[in-house]
């Protein structure tokens, strides 16, 4: 049923979501859970799976697990009730960020250099950085209008898309020395 439920989306939800659907299932599941049917499926294989599943992995990886199987149960098992299901609570960690300048400092004469500042200055995600080409600045514009992502070890480049529709845009004003690094 799980199967199902990616094949069914694999055209609507982006291929990162798939894929990362698909490690779910084939990595992180039991066998044992995998072979019980929908219809012989109860709260206590539930429970049991993310007990397990608890063991092994972060509180976020098993809410993540559960929230792919769920919808499945309450779509074809309406007579199953989920309400005692506990999953792991998640505890926001405080985290201490370095300052930008000191981010600058790290990756000044890095490889990572461009991609870095890009990403501060600008905040552009790792498949945008990834998709642009220098055909997409000129005159001090940059045109956000391709993703590159990895799926299942290949790289795919999808043009016109991106994570959001707000997230194909133009960016102004880009800065003379970041110009200069993308030439």
């Given at each position: ?18 894929d ?25 294989h539930?429970k049991?799976?993310?007990n ?34 506990q999953i ?21 004469g890095d ?20 998709g642009?080409?220098k ?13 590159k ?9 999808k043009e ?5 529709e ?18």
């Amino acid at each position: 049923a799980v199967q199902q439920y990616i094949n069914e989306r694999c055209n609507v939800l982006s291929p990162a979501s798939i894929d990362r659907y698909q490690r779910t299932l084939d990595c992180q599941f039991s066998d044992d859970f995998k072979q019980i049917r929908l219809d012989k499926l109860t709260e206590h294989h539930i429970k049991k799976e993310v007990n397990t599943l608890a063991g092994k992995y972060s509180p976020k990886t098993v809410k993540n697990a559960y929230r792919l199987v769920a919808p499945i149960i309450q779509k074809y098992r309406r007579d199953l009730y989920l309400g005692d299901v506990q999953i792991p609570k998640i505890y926001q960690q405080k985290k201490i960020y370095p300052t930008p300048q000191e981010i600058i400092e790290l990756f000044k004469g890095d490889r990572m250099e461009l991609e870095v500042l890009l990403a501060l200055l600008y905040g552009l995600r790792k498949e945008e950085i990834r998709g642009l080409k220098k055909s997409d600045i000129r005159n001090g514009i940059l045109t956000i209008n391709r993703v590159k992502i990895d799926v299942q070890k290949e790289t795919i480049v999808k043009e016109n898309s991106a994570k959001t529709e707000n997230s194909l845009r133009q960016i102004y004003n880009i800065q003379p020395f970041i110009m200069d690094m993308i030439n």
